[in-house]
């Protein structure tokens, strides 16, 4: 009867987190009709909207016009507004890891050219830099 009483060597814990760390949630399937039901909801209460506002209008775009329906071309400035959005976002992402990669380079990290490889004798030795009493 005293090993019933016996408290546990490692503390449990529970909730969301364990051992200062998150835990994953894991994923299942039982979330997929709900996806597809908003999915399929939101493609129908789009094509109405295109349907109900079918009023032709004029569009002009970089010096090309034409006249398409008003649902249709409410549906191209929102494609054309999420393009341009995607590719600022990607653009500045790019030049925020190319500036954190120019400040984490030292000099030591430094490339030889083949060409300087031929004429220069300290490009193939690589104990070329220590002094010569430093050699042995």
Known sequence: ????????STPVQSGPEINGRSRAVPRTRAGRPHVALATSALL?????????????????????????????????AVVFG????????????????????HGRRTPSTTITRPDR???DPRATDPRADVPEERNP
């Open 1 to 8: 009867m005293a090993r019933f009483g016996l408290a546990r």
């Open 44 to 76: 129908l209460l789009l094509l109405v909207f295109i349907l109900q506002n079918g009023q032709r209008m004029d569009v002009r775009l970089f010096g090309a016009q034409g006249q398409l329906p008003v649902g249709v071309a409410l549906l191209l």
């Open 82 to 101: 999420v393009l341009l959005v995607t590719v600022h976002a990607t653009m500045r992402r790019i030049i925020q890891l190319r500036l954190f990669n």
């Open 117 to 119: 490889a031929a004429t």
